[in-house]
Nanobody, 126 residues
């Protein structure tokens, strides 16, 4: 079992930046591919980004490509999501998720992930 806790959310003006962190306990996060998803009110949970267990491979949703950067610090058992040039449409609850084994053709599907954090709210004002 791995427990995930997100932090770093908050209220920011459009064009601003935030850095989210996903800290793991229970097991080493370096065993898992780790992703970020988000869910806005009334919408389905959507894929944002994922990083491989080694950190050597990353993938991004088109909507955030070039603005967000995912990274991991395995000694700290933490994955980060650096978010720049934030837009009001980025407003959502952001969740991190971990997958022990992931199908690269399905990495955007929430069902591929084994463990989830409780989420952190990001609000971007216009």
């Amino acid at each position: 079992q791995v427990q995930l806790v997100e932090s770093g959310g908050g209220l920011v003006q459009a064009g601003g930046s935030l850095r989210l962190a996903c800290a793991a306990s229970g097991r080493t996060l370096s065993d898992y591919a780790t992703g970020w998803f988000r869910q806005a009110p009334g919408k389905e949970r959507e894929f944002v980004s994922v990083i491989s267990s080694s950190g050597g491979s990353t993938h991004y949703a088109d909507s955030i490509k070039g603005r967000f950067t995912i990274s991991r610090d395995n000694p700290k058992n933490t994955v980060y999501l650096e978010m720049n040039s934030l837009k009001p449409e980025d407003t959502a609850v952001y969740y991190c998720a971990a997958a022990l084994s992931i199908n690269p053709w399905k990495l955007a599907r929430p069902s591929e992930y084994d463990y989830w954090g409780q989420g952190t709210q990001v609000a971007v004002s216009s």
